[in-house]
């Protein structure tokens, strides 16, 4: 994949990329980001990608679930993660 400030190419080729009435965006949080494909994420960060005009960003914004905290136990409060089914791999006792 290539992820810059002009486009997002995806590894089967698709190329979203910036264009006089379409564009490429990255939040972060909830807040605009530059960074693009520089961007270190961290643990439960929120992260939109989004391409086209800023009709119904803010849905998108709104949309994307904190769930993350949950499966890495930093939420507690809000419960415990549902039990996965286990994937072993080797030397594991699945």
Excluded: H
Excluded at 48 to 62: A, F
Aim: with cysteine; proline share 2%.
């Amino acid at each position: 994949m290539k992820f810059d400030n002009q486009c997002f190419v995806t590894d089967d080729s698709k190329q979203y990329c910036n264009t006089a009435d379409k564009k490429l965006k990255m939040y972060v949080n909830g807040k605009e980001n530059s960074m693009f494909g520089n961007y270190e994420f961290t643990d439960l960060d929120r992260i939109l990608i989004t391409y086209g005009n800023e009709t119904g960003v803010t849905d998108q914004i709104v949309s994307i679930s904190d769930d993350a905290c949950l499966y890495s136990e930093k939420c507690l409060e809000r419960g415990t993660p549902p039990t996965e089914n286990c994937v072993g791999g080797l030397g594991t006792e699945c």
